[in-house]
Structure formats: C-alpha cells, structure tokens
C-alpha cells in the first residue's frame, strides 16, 4: 500500500512562492502518474496539475497556468508543486494524489491521496 505525505506548505503574503513535496513510500511511483488537488473551505476539491510517470508531459488547471509548476524526482520518490505569485484566492488545503491509470489524462482519476498541506496565502 502506497502512503503520500506531503510538505511545504505555510503561511505567506500575495505574491510570494511556496515549493510543496509529496513522498511516497510502500512502493515505487516511476511508473504512475501523479497529481497535486486542492481543497479550499466550502468548496469541493479540485484538480490543480497532473505529470506523467516521466515527467516529459503536465496538465494544469487553467487558474494555475504559467504561476504553478508540477516536477517529479523519480529517483526520490517524490513530486512538487512550486507555487510563484500566490494570491489569496489560493488558500486551500493541498493533496499530492496518485492516479489510478498509468497514464496522465486530463479526468485524473485518484487512487490514494496523501493527508494535505495547509496554505494560506493573506492579502
């Protein structure tokens, strides 16, 4: 059984940077896809961006392109999220997810989820 854990998250002003870290552990993650959600209070959860198992191909939610960046260190088992030019709107609570298909497709289908990491952006 496959356990995320993921890290980095905090609280910081608009417009700064945070790196998020998800760490796998129970298996190997090189040959899954994987990908980062978010849940802000209120709100249902949400896809923010998914990488293939070699990290050649990402998807981002449209809210989040060209300020969030999804990489993948298979080696370490692990996957980020750099989050540049945080705006308040961000806040949520953050989910490293694997998907349950081995190949990243735009409905990311989540098999396991890690526990989340808080971030909170003020204005």
């Known amino acids: 059984q496959v356990q995320l854990v993921e890290s980095g998250g905090g609280l910081v002003q608009a417009g700064a940077s945070l790196r998020l870290s998800c760490v796998a552990s129970?298996?190997?993650?090189?040959?899954?896809?994987m990908g980062w959600f978010r849940q802000a209070p209120g709100k249902e959860r949400e896809f923010v961006a998914g990488i293939s198992w070699g990290g050649s191909r990402t998807l981002y939610a449209e809210s989040v392109k060209g300020r969030f960046t999804i990489s993948r260190d298979n080696a370490k088992n692990t996957i980020y999220l750099q989050l540049n030019s945080l705006k308040p709107e961000n806040t949520a609570v953050y989910y490293c997810?694997?998907?349950?298909?081995?190949?990243?497709?735009?409905?990311?289908?989540?098999?396991?989820w890690g526990q989340g990491t808080q971030v909170t952006v003020s204005s």
């Open positions: 129970g298996r190997t993650l090189s040959n899954d896809a």
């Open positions: 997810a694997r998907s349950k298909s081995p190949f990243l497709r735009r409905d990311f289908d989540p098999a396991y």
